[in-house]
Structures are given as C-alpha cells and as structure tokens.
C-alpha cells in the first residue's frame, strides 16, 4: 500500500526557516518522481518543486527559486522541501505527491501530476 505522510509545518516568522518531510512507503523511491505542492485559500494548487529520485533532476517554482530546496534520501525513503526566507504568501497547505516510474520533474511540477499523496502539512508564515 503506497502511503506518503509529510511533517514538518508549523508557524514561522517571515525571513524564518521550515524543512517539510514526506515519508514514503509501499513503492520504491529509486525510480519515481516526488513533488511538493501547495494550495492556499482561495488558490489554485502550486507545483512547488519535484525531484526524480533516480538521476536527481529537479524542477522549481518560479516563486521559490533560490530559496528552497529539495532533496531525497532513498536510504530513508524520504524527501525533503527545505524552505528559507519564507515569506507570508508561503502560507499554504504543503502536500508531497508521487507518480511511479519516469516522469519528468517539471512535467510533474508544471501539470500537478500526481497518482499518490500525503494528507498535507500547514505551513504559516506570519509575525
């Protein structure tokens, strides 16, 4: 059973710092794409950065570039979202989502492609 559980969120000041876990499990990591994806009020759901957990590659949001992170522990089955200098318009439900086999980082990202995801995680940038 595939199942992906992220942590990690919480309440943080602007300029703070965050990093998001998504746990996986029921599938293997080496040869997926995982993405993080968030969706505010009233918004659209946001590819906000993917990684290929078998070469690496990775893909970023326009809004999070140079300040976030992604990266992968296969070891742990796990991937990370470290998240920097957040500001208020961070403020979102953070989900990780998982498509098995060679899906293109961006492609995942740009077009919300996900067949498994997490329950989500609330991060919320606020002083």
């Known amino acids: 059973q595939v199942q992906l559980v992220e942590s990690g969120g919480g309440l943080v000041q602007p300029g703070g710092s965050l990093r998001l876990s998504c746990a996986t499990s029921g599938f293997t990591l080496d040869y997926s794409t995982i993405g993080w994806f968030r969706q505010a009020p009233g918004k659209e759901r946001e590819g906000v950065s993917c990684?290929?957990?078998?070469?690496?590659?990775?893909h970023y949001a326009v809004s999070v570039k140079g300040r976030f992170t992604i990266s992968r522990d296969n070891t742990k089955n796990t991937v990370y979202l470290q998240m920097n200098s957040l500001k208020p318009e961070d403020t979102a439900v953070y989900y990780c989502?998982?498509?098995?086999?060679?899906?293109?980082?961006?492609?995942?990202?740009?077009?919300?492609?996900?067949?498994?995801w997490g329950q989500g995680t609330q991060v919320t940038v606020s002083s």
């Open positions: 989502a998982a498509v098995l086999g060679d899906t293109t980082p961006q492609a995942m990202c740009v077009h919300s492609l996900g067949a498994y």
């Open positions: 990684i290929s957990s078998s070469d690496g590659n990775t």
